[in-house]
């Protein structure tokens, strides 16, 4: 089965920086890439994701790219603010298979 | 609208007990979803339903886990007989497109089995 792993297990950004997340999956069959967000003492909640027909997403601060040739996808925060601090996963799928997520980066913006 | 309801938030077994969890996803999603989160293995599929059909059941929680959809509004997580590695934060999540869509996730149940 799918097999997701990401990379940085904590990351320390200054306000105002840039954040990068990195991810790889090992099934050339998934086609569905979604970043999940979960705050301290809550649960997950959707942030961004991205398809395999296209390489690049953005939504306002946060930008997906997704490199199908290495297996590889990640997350971009720019200009972080306190807000973005969390535990960030990402996930890989393809259809009828449920998500595998990574085992989650726990983001900290310093000021 | 509401969103994904789980109950109990916090459950507290004996070892060797039988626990149910319970969800109700979000009115009118197809998809279903549990999924077992701890700090060491993350989170890991226990079961996907589409339209109340068991999709994928994840292949090392077989033997004591068992979830269930009784209806398009109401599924259960059945843990028998629960083991202290049991101990963890069950998460239900729906969504409303065939599976490569958005997840909406309950607050979770933990469950703790001394």
């Known amino acids: 089965g799918e097999k997701v792993e990401q990379h940085e297990s904590t990351l320390s950004v200054r306000e105002g920086d840039s954040a990068v997340i990195n991810c790889t999956y090992t099934?050339?069959?998934?086609?569905?890439f979604p970043w999940y967000k979960q705050e301290a003492g809550k649960s997950l909640h959707f942030v961004i994701d991205?398809?395999?027909?296209?390489d690049r997403k953005q939504s306002q601060r946060l930008t997906v790219l997704l490199d199908k040739k290495a297996k590889r996808f990640s997350l971009h925060i720019t200009a972080t603010q306190p807000e973005d601090s969390a535990i960030y996963f990402c996930?890989?799928?393809?259809?009828?298979?449920?998500?595998?997520f990574g085992l989650g980066t726990r983001v900290s913006v310093f000021p | 609208d509401a969103g994904v309801t789980q109950t109990p938030r916090h459950e507290v077994a004996e070892k060797g007990q039988t626990i149910i969890l319970k969800c109700e996803p979000v009115?009118?999603?197809?998809?279903l979803f549990w999924y077992r989160q701890t700090k060491i293995q993350g989170l890991e599929l226990l079961s996907y339903?589409?339209?109340?059909?068991?999709?994928?059941d994840g292949g090392a929680f077989k033997d004591r886990f068992k979830a269930e959809m009784l209806n398009s509004s109401f599924s259960t997580l059945k843990i028998q007989p629960t083991e202290p590695k049991d101990s963890a934060v069950y998460l239900c999540?729906?969504?409303?497109?065939?599976?490569?869509?958005?997840?909406?996730f309950g607050e979770g149940s933990k469950l703790t089995v001394l």
């Open positions: 999540a729906s969504s409303p497109v065939q599976n490569t869509g958005q997840l909406y």
């Open positions: 099934d050339t069959a998934s086609s569905y």
């Open positions: 991205i398809r395999s027909n296209v």
């Open positions: 996930a890989a799928s393809h259809y009828a298979q449920g998500l595998t």
């Open positions: 009115s009118g999603h197809n998809d």
């Open positions: 339903f589409r339209s109340k059909s068991l999709m994928e």
